[in-house]
């Protein structure tokens, strides 16, 4: 127990961390059982203990596996284990020994073409080779070979859900964006510059909630690309990147929106009540975008965002001198953000806005 937290509290904690991590632990289980099984028993090596440690280092227990990660992983742990046979068959073991085997194999990773993770995992399994014992006959770099294969294999018998994974991960944006709209309505309409400033800052910390979304689906799509389990879920997934790429452009309007209106609060005396409620409608737009992609109806998005076009452009359209003008254009900028991330095209999401600020 921390901090006087009840035991079963904490015990709860415990075990929601388990299921988070179920999945994986279940994919790390088999694949090292599996990796020994094959190398020691059906390849017959006799000291296989490599298949599984590969096994292990190529899937991890992380957030996300993707299945490039695990490629370069495996490659990276061979390519060490390879060179590192070779020159300690050759030149033996010993100190300067080991600093010219991980040497030769971090160069032989990048000669390779290889990355960061590469490179660093060829280095590790050279060290492991220059300071165990075994025999130097290649059949640690075969077990390397099975145990990284193994690891892929698990990954797309028993992946994650790669569409929740990345619905989850959006989910946090959608809440954060909207959340920073409804803020930024109560901050105009109480003319609250504090408040107005704190929403501002939400809209700053939905930025880096989209770059873990953006990479959920990195990993999603190369999951459903791997696993036949969810290759039906491939269309859904393009669908979802195009739709956080226009997200992004929405927080970063957002952020625009929150700084025009941190000047109008100080400069305005009256604002018009229509304007707040334009953006409490572009936030209700968000949540519906939402619920749109999940669900794969759109009509209730594209109807709520163009609404808050209108909204705003009524305001303009009877105090064209209105100190929040700037407000006014980030919701319509915003809005047709919210057209594009539903599938419009740039044209025609432009042609709604245009339409809703002419009926306006």
Do not use: C, K
């Not at 227990?61 to 070779?86: C, H, K, S, W």
């Not at 954060?176 to 309409?189: R, V």
């Not at 209700?284 to 669900?295: F, K, P, S, T, Y």
């Amino acid at each position: 127990m921390r901090h006087g937290q009840p035991l079963s509290h904490v015990a709860e904690a415990r075990w929601d961390a388990l299921r988070t991590l179920a999945l994986p632990i279940a994919q790390a289980a088999v694949a090292a059982g599996l990796a020994w099984y094959l190398a020691h028993d059906v390849v017959g090596h006799r000291n296989a203990f490599f298949a599984p440690i590969a096994a292990l280092i190529a899937l991890g227990i992380a957030t996300t596996n993707r299945p490039r990660r695990v490629v370069e992983l495996t490659l990276g742990v061979a390519v060490g284990i390879g060179v590192g046979d070779v020159l300690v068959w050759g030149i033996g073991s010993g100190a300067w020994q080991l600093g010219l085997v991980v040497f030769l194999a971090m160069a032989a990773a990048v000669l390779i073409g290889g990355g960061p993770l590469f490179v660093s995992q060829a280095a590790s399994s050279a060290v492991l080779v220059a300071t165990l014992v075994g025999g130097h006959n290649g059949s640690r770099f075969v077990d390397a070979l099975i145990g990284g294969a193994v690891g892929l294999g698990v990954l797309a018998a028993i992946p994650g859900n790669p569409l929740r994974q990345a619905q989850r991960a959006g989910r946090v944006v959608f809440t954060e964006l909207a959340g920073a709209l409804e803020d930024a309505a109560a901050a105009l309409e109480a003319r609250d510059v504090a408040a107005m400033r704190e929403a501002l800052a939400r809209a700053r910390s939905a930025e880096p909630a989209v770059g873990r979304w953006r990479q959920a689906l990195l990993a999603g799509r190369e999951t459903a690309l791997l696993s036949p389990l969810h290759w039906g879920d491939r269309s859904r997934l393009l669908a979802y990147t195009a739709a956080a790429e226009q997200l992004e452009l929405a927080v970063r309007n957002t952020r625009v929106l929150a700084r025009a209106g941190i000047r109008a609060v100080e400069l305005d005396p009256q604002i018009p009540s229509e304007l707040p409620a334009a953006v409490r409608r572009l936030a209700e737009a968000v949540r519906l975008v939402e619920a749109g992609l999940e669900q794969r109806n759109t009509s209730a998005a594209i109807e709520a965002a163009t609404a808050a076009a209108t909204l705003a452009t009524s305001v303009l359209a009877s105090d064209p001198d209105l100190t929040a003008a700037h407000v006014v254009g980030q919701v319509r900028s915003t809005a047709a953000d919210l057209l594009r991330a539903l599938g419009l095209e740039h044209a025609e999401a432009v042609d709604r806005i245009r339409r809703a600020a002419t009926s306006g």
